[in-house]
């Protein structure tokens, strides 16, 4: 792009610390919490992740756009983020899957960009003095002017923003991985064998109701304020907690309604804030990290077995509030030993705060979706047994 043509962009933190660089995306102001994501790849799923609400996100690599993007790669229908920092941008993108250019994209979405920033700087900030809110702005480029609106935002801690993304209305999934892309041959082994799961929505991603689907899953995804009565309505064999964003202590209904689902007996599966949510209906608590965990290659595991697992969240469980004669923990994140699983000791119960459905990242803990229809089997097996 012609420096011509370059709109200049300001970047300024909660402490005041401020940034100048170029705009990229929408013009105009934005608001929320920075933080950053250690990813080389998947830029597009990235933005697109529910799990993003209310946040600004740091690419870290520091060449953003080259692939462009397309329709299909979305985690859901229009990017999430409230803004993206980068160090380049591509303007022309070279891919042959590509539809739109990434600053085309986000214009058209109304989703406000600043790059040519040390993001590097920026990173180890955010590190050493932990997420903070920041804004972005093309319209605001005096510095104090900006810090003011970024310090009266609220925090992201106590802050309830799956109300924002979760599904308005039911509605139901079947399409799995297409077989261009399926990596794990254990799916075929179905039989056709057929669970029927109720999801509940706290900002669920596309792969994840894919990779459902793919194990032989017809899924119904609800709003996250759906009463457990309307969910034991359907005859689950199954129910799903999905990822999302915010403060899940914040998130008060999911809490009561998986308390109360808990005690239908039925196999549970959450996944990052259903993880989280769980936890919290188990009886534990959760606390907010200092700067999160976002990236593709972040190690989890218990008694010599490691994942290389997809994690994006800000919460974590307290292990010490967790009911030990009731939960036990299945994995540990192991650069900061925080907990990244946890399972039931006498229900089909379980959940962890990574992402296996790899989207973007490893297929390493794609497992934990064929151990979520192995309960419902033998669930389904043990009823039948009865009758």
């Not at 809490?255 to 996944?271: R, W």
């Not at 297929?363 to 419902?376: N, Q, S």
Request: glycine share 10%.
């Amino acid at each position: 792009m012609p420096l011509s043509d370059t709109i200049p962009a300001l970047l300024v933190l909660a402490d005041g610390t401020a940034y100048r660089g170029w705009s990229f995306g929408a013009i105009g102001t934005t608001i929320g919490e920075v933080v950053f994501n250690t990813g080389m790849t998947g830029y597009q799923e990235v933005l697109t992740d529910p799990s993003y609400c209310g946040q600004i996100v740091v690419f870290t690599y520091p060449e953003l756009g080259n692939t462009g993007v397309n329709p299909e790669d979305e985690e859901s229908a229009r990017p999430q983020v409230r803004g993206a920092i980068a160090r380049n941008i591509c303007h022309r993108p070279s891919n042959w899957r590509s539809t739109q250019s990434l600053p085309d994209y986000l214009k058209q979405h109304q989703i406000p960009g600043i790059y040519g920033i040390d993001t590097r700087a920026l990173t180890r900030k955010i590190r050493m003095y932990g997420a903070m809110n920041g804004g972005i702005s093309t319209s605001i480029l005096d510095e104090a002017e900006l810090l003011e609106q970024v310090q009266a935002a609220p925090s992201m801690q106590g802050l309830n923003l799956v109300r924002e993304v979760t599904t308005r209305k039911v509605y139901e999934w079947s399409d799995p991985t297409i077989p261009a892309w399926e990596f794990n041959s254990n799916v075929s082994e179905s039989n056709g064998e057929t669970f029927t799961v109720v999801a509940l929505d706290f900002g669920v991603k596309r792969n994840i109701l894919r990779r459902l689907a793919s194990y032989g899953c017809q899924v119904i995804v609800v709003p996250a304020n759906t009463a457990p009565e309307e969910i034991l309505k359907y005859n689950p064999d199954g129910i799903f907690l999905s990822n999302g964003p915010g403060d899940p202590a914040a998130v008060t209904e999911g809490i009561e309604t998986t308390k109360a689902l808990l005690g239908a007996q039925k196999p549970i599966f959450g996944i990052c804030m259903g993880h989280q949510i769980l936890g919290h209906a188990l009886g534990a608590e959760t606390f907010k990290l200092k700067f999160g965990h976002r990236g593709l290659n972040q190690p989890a595991g218990l008694q010599q077995r490691v994942e290389i697992t997809s994690q994006n969240h800000s919460f974590a469980i307290n292990p010490d509030s967790l009911p030990e004669a009731v939960v036990e923990i299945s994995h540990l994140n192991l650069n900061d030993r925080t907990v990244a699983g946890v399972r039931h000791k006498s229900l089909p119960v379980f959940s962890v705060q990574y992402h296996p459905e790899a989207s973007p990242g490893p297929h390493d803990a794609d497992y934990l979706f064929e151990d979520f229809v192995k309960a419902m089997r033998t669930a389904r097996q043990s009823q039948g047994a009865r009758n």
